[in-house]
């Protein structure tokens, strides 16, 4: 019996035989598990393959009764083969029928063996099914052994995954072709389908198993050389903005990449016999199952830290020193990027004209990813959990920025839903464009200015495509946030000008630089805060940093040359603090002169209000500004006291209660005593239920994404102002304890006949 053990080296070169043979894949796996079983002098060797239905199929077996491929099954999680699936862990067993989990086959025969080695079969950290091996004689496997039944595993995963195995009997196919579907967060609305690319593209490893360990060694040696040196390079040139990278993740990189136990552990598995990439490759898997069950979020976090420098350890082994692949130069038709988190910048390389929809792990719906998302215009969802993990690059999926859900390999039933929902979609788009050129107005004709929301290059062009009156909130900040460095006063000037020209004389207002808080620019070291939110950000900065506040109103007031040009500050809390910004202005404007410069021909300046302070001091504020803008995403956050950013907190109080309607309608009313535009350029307004409320307390003029504006104006043209003046006032003024007046105003505007529904 002996003499046939050829041992584990001896199963992986053959293994490298039976692999380049051109046969089926199910006559491989056929030959594998007799191979496996000669090899280990094991009566019995089988290969179980997770389904779509969460059973597990016996797929091919060598000992036990070969009548029960595609026939015998078990649920997940039952006996031990069900219990390795369920761990995704080894289970190496010398008297197998005594442990809890054993369960009696009888089609199989099975009673009579005592030991049972089984590995789980994982890819990217998902279990696709179970190889086992089992022997009559109480037993225990080497480690040596188990070792190879994992390379062998891992070799049987990427036949599963590429979905060459299939089961004639049942017509269940693997699990890891399956349809899936996951719920995030919605972070840009619209919905796309089309084809998976992996943002950070992994790298498909071919050959498992070496020619030569000690040359495999060297390579692996090599490369985590390399690895650390270019982790270092990043680390000190401070260029860590472009791919969303921040420092600590660099910093816990560099620490891993250091770390003994990782480097260990790669050896190790390459002293197997296996090959510098198959080695990373189970290490990173074992990593992702090990993710999969971390329920702690900082260690988590950390496991994804491991996951991504194992991806670039494998880059640096198959591509060295290239660095990350050029994906987004080389995208295919109807692209859906799915990566684990982005910077916003990234998203800006890849071609617009291609890309339908983007997937994170990570991002919240103010990220900065998000609002570069929602400019595109392309559908996208965050928060799925393990998503780089749920998909191949070339699946179709289908990502609903209206639900926040995604559909993975979506069955033709899901496909036609949605193919039915995106042709909606764009009937409704058509009925918006047919609106375009409509006056603003409400039925009975008041004006009502619908303005947009914008911040970037790529917004430009829906001035024209909404037919909005103007840009009613500039967010200056974005172009400093998606840039790695610093934008230098040209570069600013530069936007500021694009901008004006693409308005075509319609009216702008920019915002000063509303940085700090969840605005981080990360070029810029700054104190860590306690409460970011409360912190120094905004107009204070501005005001203890006036070098940057001036280089930003030199840049504007240029730009602005010889046109109409309106600035406003942001997060104002009181009166000083607009007159000294406005001083600034003043000061620059006596330059241009002096130096004989253009001005611009008329100079607006205004606040934001969204600090609540300011709703106490709007007559004293509305003297001075030239116009105000109510910003309801602070305003609401800080009347609250209710993060805007946190998911447990941002939706529990209603925008539409009584409280926050009194305060918006009496700045509105302020404004219309002292003779002072106002606008509301927070989220809010950007819906039409939200926007008839507004109208009903006095607002004519909303600022909003681009998106919004078509639904928004359908609303509104059919509407009556004075009517909704006449039902909101009162309902607002008398709502004795209401939490919330959503659901009589919805029932207004719906008997009315409006369309509200977002
Ligand atoms: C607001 O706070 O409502 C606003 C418009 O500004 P931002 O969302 O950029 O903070
Ligand atoms: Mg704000």
């Known amino acids: 019996m002996r003499g046939a053990y050829g041992g584990p080296r001896v199963l992986l070169r053959r293994l490298r035989e039976v692999m380049a043979d051109p046969v089926t894949a199910q006559e491989r796996l056929d030959r594998i598990v007799v191979l496996i079983a000669a090899n280990m002098v094991a009566e019995v060797c089988s290969v179980y393959v997770l389904r779509v ?71 990217a950290g998902n279990t696709l099914g179970v190889l086992v091996v089992q022997n009559k004689s109480h037993r225990t496997y080497s480690d040596e052994e188990i070792e190879a039944l994992q390379t062998t595993a891992m070799v049987i995963a990427e036949m599963v995954a590429s979905g060459e195995l299939g089961s004639p009997e049942t017509g269940l196919e693997p699990v890891g072709r399956r349809p899936a579907h996951a719920t995030g967060a919605a972070l840009s609305e619209g919905i796309g389908l089309g084809h998976v690319v992996l943002h950070e593209p992994r790298v498909v490893v071919k050959t498992f198993i070496a020619e030569n360990t000690e040359a495999e060694l060297k390579r692996l040696d090599a490369a985590l050389a390399n690895l650390r040196a270019s982790i270092d390079v990043l680390l000190d040139d401070g260029e860590v903005a472009r791919a969303g990278e921040h420092r600590d993740v660099l910093e816990a990189f560099r620490m891993f990449a250091n770390d003994r136990g990782w480097g260990r552990r790669l050896h190790e598995a390459v002293q197997t016999g296996i090959t510098a990439e198959a080695a990373v490759e189970r290490v990173q898997s074992d990593t992702r199952a090990r993710m999969q069950r971390q329920t702690d979020p900082y260690l988590r976090e ?39 988190s982005m910077g916003p910048a ?20 103010s990220s900065h990813v998000a609002i570069v998302a929602r400019a595109l215009n392309i559908a996208a969802v965050g928060q799925i959990e393990n998503a780089t993990g749920l998909v191949e690059p070339g699946d179709a999926l289908i990502v609903d920025g209206v639900s926040g859900e995604i559909h993975v390999r979506p069955t033709g039933d899901v496909e036609r839903a949605y193919v039915d929902k995106v042709r909606f979609r764009a009937r409704k788009q058509e009925q918006y464009r047919a609106l375009r050129n409509a006056p603003s107005a409400t039925r009975d004709g008041a004006q009502v200015k619908l303005l947009l929301n914008a911040g970037l290059l ?65 070029y810029m070291q700054a104190e860590p805060e306690e409460n970011p939110a409360l912190g120094w950000r905004a107009i204070r900065l501005g005001l203890d940093r006036p070098a940057l506040m001036r280089t930003q109103l030199r840049a504007l007031l240029n730009a602005g040359g010889g046109r109409d040009l309106r600035v406003m500050f942001p997060m104002v809390a009181c009166v000083s603090e607009f007159e000294a910004a406005s001083d600034i202005v003043q000061r620059e404007i006596a330059r241009l002169i002096k130096h004989d410069h253009p001005q611009p021909s008329s100079i607006a300046l205004g606040a934001m209000v969204e600090v609540p302070s300011l709703l106490f001091q709007l007559d004293e504020l ?63 307004g950007a819906r039409p239920l939200e926007a008839m409320a507004l109208i009903g307390v006095g607002y004519r003029s909303l600022s909003m994404s681009p998106a919004s504006i078509g639904p928004v104006k359908a609303a509104l043209v059919e509407a009556d102002a004075a009517e909704l003046e006449a039902f909101v006032k009162p309902l607002v003024a008398n709502a004795d304890g209401a939490a919330s007046l959503r659901g009589a105003i919805e029932e207004f505007a719906v008997k009315r006949g409006l369309q509200v529904a977002p």
Do not use: W
């Open 302 to 340: 950390r496991l994804h830290d491991l996951d991504d420098l194992a991806n670039r350890l494998l880059r640096e082994l198959t591509s060295p020193g290239k660095g990350m692949a050029p994906v987004a130069a080389e995208l295919p038709e109807n692209a859906i990027v799915v990566a684990r």
């Open 622 to 684: 509305l003297k001075r500004a030239d116009f105000i803008s109510v910003g309801s995403n602070d305003l609401m956050q800080f009347l609250f006291a209710s993060d805007r950013g946190n998911a447990r907190v941002s939706g529990r109080f209603d925008p539409m209660s009584p409280a926050f309607l009194r305060v918006l309608s009496h700045i509105a009313d302020r404004a219309k005593a002292a003779g002072k535009p106002v606008t509301l350029c927070g989220e809010i």
């Open 53 to 123: 239905d969460g059973d597990l199929e016996l797929y091919a077996t060598e000992g036990l009764n070969r009548e029960a491929v595609h026939r015998t099954t078990m649920h997940k999680g039952e006996g031990l083969v069900g219990l390795v699936a369920d761990e995704a862990e080894p289970v190496n067993l010398s008297d197998a029928q005594a442990h809890p989990a054993f369960s009696y086959k009888p089609e199989t025969g099975e009673e009579i063996f005592h030991s049972f080695l089984g590995v789980p079969i994982l890819r």
């Open 346 to 365: 990234a998203l800006l390389d890849y071609d617009r004209t291609k890309l339908r929809g983007l997937v994170l792990e990570e991002g919240s719906a």
């Open 458 to 522: 790529v917004d430009l062009p829906h001035i024209k495509e909404t037919g909005a009156a103007g840009i009613g909130l500039f967010r200056t900040e974005l172009q400093f946030m998606v840039a790695s460095s610093m934008p230098k006063t040209a570069a600013q000037q530069a936007l500021y000008r694009a901008v004006l020209d693409a308005a075509d004389e319609k009216p702008v207002t920019f915002r000063t630089l509303d940085v700090g808080g969840d605005k981080i620019l990360p």
